[in-house]
Every structure is written in structure tokens, then in C-alpha cells.
């Protein structure tokens, strides 16, 4: 790859508000979406991730991208359209919440029906780690975070910690600031 070519994006991380935002369908595919999913692949790869949504890099529409093990891609405008009934929990993180890593119930298969960053139609049968990543990102589309997923004990521990984060973050900036 030629590293001068890459870009890489921010990553938007727990508390900034585009988190919680519901992303827009993309009513049309253009050119600008193709060098928005190479930027989204290339800061989900140095990152490194599985999977990387839209509003995580600030843009608030219907798309992400994806690789797991040596099948990748990007979809827009994702619908999930078959899932199955049999359900599995595993630890899940999330490039936006860094270090928390907490077991969340899915879905053990979904089908995934939308379009690429082509403008052409895709559809993915999912099973496992990808079925799990799947439904990760789109739920980033809705503003939907792991944590809102976890069992009440859970997700308080989780709050807990990421307002520890915060505290000690805060703090870091004030010793910087003298
Ligand atoms: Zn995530």
C-alpha cells in the first residue's frame, strides 16, 4: 500500500454526542463515497478494528466497513434482513470506547442486505464473529453503543469506569495546561 495515499480519520470516542445520533440513508452513491470507505478502511486497519461506522469518524450516514479474518468489505444503507433465533454471548469492544471489553448477547447468524461503495448490491450471510460485528455497527447507525446492550450490573460497571476514564483524562489535561 502507498502510505502516503493513506488518510487517516478521528475516531470519535465515548461522550462526544455524534455517538448517539441516528445516521442518514445515503439517497444517492457517489464518487466521494469510494474515498470515504478507503479512509474508513485505512483508520479501522491502523486502529486496528473489525469493523468501522460511520458517525465513529464523524459522518452521519448509513455506512461501514468491515474484515474479519480475509474477507472484508464496506456496505451502505445496511439492513439486517434473516436472523436467527439462537443467540450467544461474547466479549465485544468498540474502537470508540477504548479498553472496556464486556460479553453482549447477538444474534448467532444475520444475513446483511445493502449496497457497496460502488452503488451495487451486496448481501452477506453472517455466522458467529462477523454476524457479531454486523449487528455492532448497525447499531452504531442508531446510535445504539454495546454498552446499552449489557445487563443493568454490567453496564453500571461500565459507567463507572468510563467516568473514571474521563476523571483521569481531565486531569492529564490540567497538568498539561500548566
Ligand atoms: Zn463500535
Known amino acids: 500500500m502507498d502510505r502516503s495515499a493513506m488518510a487517516l480519520l478521528n475516531i470519535r470516542t465515548f461522550g462526544d454526542p455524534v455517538l448517539r445520533q441516528r445516521a442518514q440513508e445515503v439517497t444517492r452513491v457517489e464518487r466521494a463515497h469510494r474515498r470515504l470507505v478507503a479512509d474508513m478502511f485505512d483508520t479501522m486497519r491502523d486502529a486496528p478494528g473489525v469493523g468501522l461506522a460511520g458517525p465513529q469518524v464523524g459522518v452521519l450516514q448509513r455506512i461501514f466497513v468491515w474484515e474479519v479474518d480475509d474477507r472484508h468489505g464496506a456496505f451502505i444503507n445496511p439492513r439486517i434482513t434473516a436472523r436467527s433465533e439462537e ?10 470506547i477504548p479498553g472496556l471489553l464486556y460479553p453482549v448477547e447477538r444474534s448467532v447468524a444475520v444475513t446483511v442486505e445493502g449496497l457497496d461503495e460502488r452503488g451495487r448490491e451486496v448481501s452477506v450471510a453472517a455466522e458467529g464473529h462477523l454476524a457479531r460485528v454486523f449487528q455492532h455497527e448497525i447499531d452504531h447507525l442508531d446510535g445504539v453503543l454495546f454498552i446499552d446492550r449489557l445487563p443493568e ?8 469506569t468510563l467516568r473514571r476514564q474521563a476523571l483521569g483524562l481531565a486531569e492529564t489535561r490540567a497538568r498539561g495546561a500548566l
Open 87 to 96: 443467540t450467544y454471548v461474547d466479549d465485544e469492544g468498540c474502537l470508540s
Open 153 to 160: 450490573d454490567l453496564r453500571r460497571e461500565a459507567l463507572r
